[in-house]
């Protein structure tokens, strides 16, 4: 079954403000990654995160590893029109198959 | 051209029929994924391949069924379709089992 909460389900902004989004598990993971899925296209991946506490960004995007193993965050700064779409974070166990969040729904309004 | 591409786009069937979608890629990837999407509840593994001789059932298999023919091609079959396998269905690569996954654009099947 579903091994990973994400949080919050759907947002609704403003352009230009900044946006926090999380996934937790009680499970420990060795890789965390971050995926956006624009409507009728598949999710592509936005940043990858393979050590605990590790702190990667993507332009305005920036994702943790968090240090306990078992939660990741994205966020992103100053949102803009184009950063609509559903937001998925996808971890690893045991070098096995990705579990997936439920996504996070992010609307922005210009 | 997209490096993972799925056939067709969109089905509309009925309850009953058998339903086959394809994907092909050209990362050269040895692993491949067919995963379920339905809203609220993510993306959920149905099937997933570490080469062409190998198959693994994911969380929800039942009702599907899949065939590696090649390195490059992954389909997925549902002998009898019924309308609670409406949804949109993805196929994923990757090179290797901790690399990230690349997905194509999806296909949406409904079942009537």
């Known amino acids: 079954g579903q091994q990973l909460n994400q949080s919050p389900q759907s947002m609704f902004i403003q352009e230009g403000e900044d946006v926090s989004m999380n996934c937790t598990s009680s499970?420990?993971?060795?890789?965390w990654l971050w995926y956006k899925q624009d409507p009728g296209e598949g999710p592509v991946l936005l940043i990858a995160?393979?050590?605990?506490?590790e702190l990667t960004s993507n332009g305005r995007l920036t994702a943790q590893f968090g240090i306990t193993r078992k939660d990741s965050f994205l966020n992103i700064s100053a949102s803009i029109p184009s950063d609509v779409g559903i937001y998925f974070c996808?971890?690893?166990?045991?070098?096995?198959?990705?579990?997936f969040g439920s996504g996070t729904k992010l609307n922005v309004k210009p | 051209d997209a490096d993972v591409t799925q056939t067709p786009r969109n089905r509309i069937t009925k309850t009953g029929k058998r339903i086959m979608l394809e994907c092909s890629q050209t990362?050269?990837?040895?692993?491949m994924y067919w995963y379920r999407q339905d809203p609220g509840l993510g993306l959920r593994l149905i099937y997933y391949?570490?080469?062409?001789?190998?198959?693994n059932k994911g969380e929800i298999s039942d009702g599907y069924s899949v065939s590696r023919q090649a390195q490059a091609k992954f389909s997925l079959s549902l002998e009898s379709a019924i309308p609670n396998q409406t949804a949109l269905y993805f196929c994923?690569?990757?090179?290797?089992?901790?690399?990230?996954?690349?997905f194509g654009d999806g296909t949406r099947l409904s079942i009537l």
């Open positions: 994923a690569t990757s090179d290797l089992s901790d690399q990230p996954q690349h």
């Open positions: 499970s420990i993971f060795n890789t």
């Open positions: 995160l393979y050590k605990a506490g």
């Open positions: 996808a971890g690893q166990r045991n070098f096995n198959k990705f579990y």
């Open positions: 990362k050269g990837h040895d692993r």
């Open positions: 391949s570490f080469d062409v001789k190998d198959i």
